[in-house]
């Protein structure tokens, strides 16, 4: 029976088994061989009781890659998320963040649910936040307001395109704040992608920030697991918080082990996922009836399909009977993201296909307007 991962340790779906070019998300990786030997062969104890060293190894190291004290593992973005919000926040409060910000949308009303704040949406064109924007919606002690407790920001922004923050632009907010009394928090899912894209460590970037969730499950390829990096007063409460989540888990240096390999090795390898948006982008663009609507950075495209008449259900359907997976991110955008599992060779059989699908309903459209 053939391996489920391939050879050389790196890429981790077997093409040959996986005749589907799968672009959904960076999500979709799977463990490489290295990753596989490290967790076979990890030295695991009960991490509840603080006891397992390949996560304390990586809770270390995560602390230092990000020169913050210290460092909690949880099991997802979303876990880490929650349990800064609720760091930083009292019940009644307001959390500042972009309207189209994962925390915001995607995160279940968890900011709601667990911390009892409410989201302070703001709209921007290219997901990035200025401090000039958030300073007006800083809301005081007041008789009928909810008081702002947190700015929350998200580098790279997944739905706008896997925009960046420039340092300068992030230490300016966080400075703003921090004048005001206010925690910020990163939502970093994919903050090694900016640092990449900025050619700076992602200590530089990150150096203002309160805390940082950083998930070693989506570009890095592992296959579970992100981490929450802050002062170790922090971390040491949000390591109750974690429990009372139902994050606590015993003998999690099985995956704390692919999680030192995607912290260690494959930040390196991301400006390749660049290169292949930027190869997918440029095509797309100069397809009829598509339209990339934003500067591609990282390794997400967002692109919007209105002019071929199609829905998105429709474009991914025809996309999906030539062998690749996209999914539309409402209305007429979709949104494809490239990986450690979609070569070259993967990027240039979607864009076959996707070229296929845009003139498909090209002629279409055309022949509906002879008729
Ligand atoms: N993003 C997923 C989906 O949930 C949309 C994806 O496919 O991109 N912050 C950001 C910026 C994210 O993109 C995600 C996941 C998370 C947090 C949550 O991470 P998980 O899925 O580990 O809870």
Redesign the pocket.
């Known amino acids: 029976m053939k391996a489920r991962f391939a050879p050389h340790g790196l890429g981790g779906a077997d093409p040959s088994q996986t005749h589907l070019v799968d672009l959904?998300?960076?999500?979709v990786t799977r463990p490489t061989l290295a990753m596989r030997r490290a967790m076979a062969e990890a030295e695991v104890g009960d991490d509840v009781y603080g006891e397992d060293p390949t996560v304390n190894r990586l809770e270390q190291r995560a602390a230092e890659v990000f020169a913050k004290e210290a460092g909690l593992f949880v099991p997802?973005?979303?876990?880490g998320?929650t349990i800064a919000v609720k760091l930083h926040t009292q019940h009644g409060q307001e959390v500042i963040c972009e309207a189209r910000s994962?925390?915001f949308n995607?995160?279940l009303a968890m900011m709601a649910w667990f911390s009892g704040c409410l989201a302070r949406p703001i709209r921007t064109q290219d997901g990035i936040l200025t401090w000039d924007e958030i300073l007006p919606e800083v809301r005081p002690m007041h008789s009928h307001y909810a008081p702002t407790g947190l700015v929350e920001i998200?580098n790279t922004h997944?739905m706008a395109g896997g925009s960046v923050y420039s340092a300068e632009a992030l230490n300016k907010i966080c400075d703003g704040a921090h004048e005001l009394g206010l925690k910020v928090h990163l939502?970093g899912?994919?903050v090694f992608n900016a640092a990449t894209f900025l050619c700076r460590t992602v200590a530089e970037i990150t150096a203002r920030c309160d805390t940082v969730?950083f998930?070693l499950?989506?570009g890095l390829g592992a296959p579970v697991g992100?981490l929450l990096v802050g002062t170790a007063k922090d971390i040491a409460r949000g390591r109750l918080y974690r429990k009372r989540l139902g994050g606590g888990m015993r003998q999690v240096g099985v995956l704390a082990a692919a999680g030192l390999i995607a912290l260690e090795e494959m930040p390196a390898r991301l400006g390749q996922d660049h290169e292949h948006a930027q190869l997918l982008a440029g095509a797309l663009s100069r397809m009829e009836g598509i339209q990339v609507p934003h500067k591609v950075q990282t390794n997400i495209v967002v692109f919007d399909i209105g002019g071929t008449g199609l829905t998105t259900a429709e474009f991914s359907a025809r996309l999906k009977s030539r062998g690749v997976l996209i999914n539309g991110i409402g209305g007429t955008r979709m949104r494809l993201?490239t990986h450690l599992d979609a070569s070259r060779e993967d990027c240039e059989r979607a864009l076959t296909a996707l070229a296929e699908v845009a003139a498909g309903a090209a002629a279409n459209a055309s022949k509906g307007s002879e008729a």
């Open positions: 959904r998300s960076d999500t997802t973005g979303t876990m998320n994962h925390v995607y995160e998200e997944n939502d899912a994919r969730m998930c499950s989506k992100s993201v």
